[in-house]
């Protein structure tokens, strides 16, 4: 019987055929549609059925978005034009919304990522979800909007997570390793100890981030804005900072090892940096003897009477 009158919601073994083989959108939505529907009455088995056939049936299909984003791109809108644009398609909007019920059965929600795939999760909206504790090492989550998500110990290294929006999510201890994290928005996010060891976090949204105790050996943070973020006890020892935005920042015990970052520098710029007497800050040799704070995002502002490199 042809999707389009077939009754719906299609039986379990219909669904998932049309959701991976769907001859259009149409077919795929019909598809994706009745396997939603099929979610709250799944037993576990039938669960992790429907929850492989969502995911394959992106997987498969995550190639033709990002052509289009990349066409969109080149006909010259912004990327959160063009990921917007993508993010609000038909097909990706079902997903989008499966997804969501899946993970909002407290026993499933990160569980049905709780073995190492490199999913393919590009473009969702899944803003507000719990994916505490999910494992998507290696995954790609391009541009994929999680604002407000709960992220706590979920392991996303080495994925790629380019323009995603992680506005005040929840990151705290999240393993963050070798991700690729550039255009990210992590604005008011809470990553307070987490890893974030040479991950790539270049011309990103840190404003208001709380990063307390967070390793960031060796990251890469050239070009993001930091401002008002908290690095309390954060280990940047040999991060790259070039043209960082760090005016009002907390540096209590912060280790700055390797940066080039000192306070000398930081008083230059009058950008009242709350330090401490363990902060430890770079030198002057560091990264070649090349300022990392010295480029156009810094106004030269006249030094007021007050000390700007305050105390804890």
Known sequence: MPVETAPFPLPL?????????????????????????????ATDDTQLRINTSILDLYGSITHEYRRAFESRIAAGETPEEAAGRIRNHPVITAISEALRRILSRPAL?????????????????????NLAYAVLKGASLCHSNLAQSRLEHTDLSEADLSGVDFSG???????????????????????????????????????GAVLDHALLHHAFLSETDMTKASLTGADLTGANVFAAKLSQVRLQEADLTGTGITSERIRALTLSVQASPETRWGMESDRDGINPLASTYYEEQPPGEEERLSPA
Request: aromatic fraction near 6%; charge should be negative.
């Open 13 to 41: 073994e219909q669904a998932q055929d049309e959701a991976l083989n769907g001859k259009n959108d149409q077919a795929r939505i019909v598809g994706i549609r009745s396997l939603r529907y099929h979610i709250d009455d």
């Open 169 to 207: 999510a929840r990151l705290a201890h999240a393993d963050l390793s070798d991700a690729e994290l550039s255009g990210a928005k992590l604005a008011w996010a809470d990553l307070s100890h987490a890893r974030m060891n040479r991950a790539f976090i270049n011309q990103a949204d840190l404003t």
């Open 109 to 129: 929600q990160g569980g049905c990522f709780d073995h190492e795939h490199a999913w393919r999760l590009d473009f969702l909206e899944l803003n507000g979800c």
